[in-house]
């Protein structure tokens, strides 16, 4: 059976990553991550229990060119990308990615998702250090092998650059807007498919 976005396996059976940053620390830590448009990658995130705070915005390019209509045109190099800051106390880094790649997007689409075609749109983790990227790295690795997904994930690792929050009207947009149709119909189904298999680990 193949589920919605070429996974093989149930999203309740995605694995967990093999290699962890693990802490008791709780002073906050930042995932940065792009997969398609941030609307969709930001509402998937936002209820998760150990998030708390995540901004869409642009990274990849110049400050110069980090606004939406100039990065929607596909050559400034940015990502739509969302900064996820989290408690790696509750919710580890390894355990950011697993949603990320089970349900946030599908990373087996190059510079796409769906029908947003372009750069702007890849899959890619940008890594503030070097077990961040080895995490990343192995996660990769350790869901091609298990062949999770119908076909090799194609999520680049760059490491990390300066982040731009994107406009006002971004932010929460998914939250704000439930009946616009682009919302309605890409980022809710998300949504729901985090609720229906990870409920338990959302805010209450």
Partial sequence: MTYAGNLQVSPD???????????EDNSPAVAILAGGCFWCVEAVFKPLNGVTKVTSGYIGGSKETADYRAVCGGNTNHA????????????????????????A????????????????????????????KKVASE?????????????????????????????????????????????AYTAAPKVEKLQKYFGDQLKK
């Fill in 13 to 23: 059976q995605f694995p967990d990553p093999q290699i962890d940053i693990r802490s």
């Fill in 80 to 103: 739509e990308a969302v900064e996820v800051q989290f408690d790696p106390a509750v919710i580890s880094f390894g355990q950011i990615l697993k949603y990320f790649f089970a349900i």
């Fill in 105 to 132: 997007h599908d990373p087996t689409q190059e510079n796409r998702q769906g029908n947003d075609v372009g750069t702007q749109y890849r899959s890619a983790i940008f890594f503030a250090d070097d077990a961040q």
């Fill in 139 to 183: 996660y990769i690795q350790q869901l091609d092998a298990a062949h999770v997904f119908t076909a090799p994930v194609k999520t680049n690792l760059e490491p990390l650059t300066e982040f731009y929050t994107a406009e006002e009207y971004h932010q929460d947009y998914a939250e704000r807007n439930p009946a616009q149709p682009y919302v």
